[in-house]
């Protein structure tokens, strides 16, 4: 089975520190997501990366910067944590390209922030 | 841009029933990919169900089946025999290719009663 980990369950930050989300995959996937989910809100994604060093912007990137050294690790830092970045954040990966397993996400269970 | 629009922000349906979750969808692209996931209360998400827009039949897992109407761009779940542990938010979702980003919809949320 596939697994996603991401770091941390739970974190507590103050205004203006920095903090890293952490997400590993065991499965040699090629894309791996980050995607901020709120109430009522749905997902949304802040980025996405295609293959190790490659990252692109999704729909929220504002206030948050990805890094992808190895191909089974993508981090999410908050450069200067903000209040209204308090959200549950959910790493994905997924296997690129084949038809028939196309799409499929494969989720952490994800990391709850609360910016203080 | 792609557009994910579920507008049931909440159902309930009685165990054994059946109910229907409604999404619709906004694109210009032919081939595409639709989704249903699920997300128990603090548990992972998880894949309900795919359709690809190229096949004309609809998807079925056990209880889990979708209508897929391509002209109306909807995509709706039914779930029949509800059981209890089938209670979550429900979020459909589209991606546009095999290697694109999905696009999710706000989520339903739904509860099941004895």
């Known amino acids: 089975d596939v697994k996603v980990t991401q770091s941390s369950r739970y974190l507590v930050k103050r205004t203006g520190e920095k903090v890293f989300l952490e997400c590993v995959q065991d499965?040699?996937?090629?894309?791996m997501f980050w995607y901020r989910q709120d109430p009522g809100l749905g997902l949304r994604l802040i980025y996405f990366s295609y293959d190790v060093k490659m990252k692109e912007k999704g729909d929220i990137p504002e206030g948050y910067s990805v890094s992808r050294e190895k191909k089974e690790r993508f981090s999410l830092i908050l450069e200067s944590a903000s209040t209204n970045q308090t959200s549950m954040y959910l790493c994905?990966?997924?296997?690129?390209?084949?038809?028939?397993?196309?799409?499929?996400?494969?989720f952490g269970e994800g990391s709850r922030l609360t910016v203080l | 841009a792609q557009t994910v629009t579920q507008s049931q922000p909440e159902m309930s349906v009685q165990e054994a029933e059946t109910v229907t979750l409604s999404c619709t969808y906004d694109t210009s692209e032919s081939d595409y990919y639709l989704f249903w996931y699920k997300q128990p209360p603090s548990r992972q998400m998880i894949l309900v169900i795919r359709q690809e827009a190229y096949k004309q039949q609809n998807a079925t897992e056990n209880r889990f089946s979708v209508n897929f109407q391509k002209a109306a761009k909807s995509f709706s779940l039914k779930i029949s025999d509800s059981q209890l542990g089938d209670a979550a938010m429900y979020f459909c979702a589209y991606s546009a290719g095999t290697a694109s980003k999905l696009t999710f919809g706000t989520g339903t949320r739904l509860q099941v009663t004895l």
């Open positions: 499965m040699d996937h090629e894309n």
């Open positions: 994905a990966s997924r296997l690129r390209g084949v038809r028939k397993d196309a799409g499929e996400l494969f």
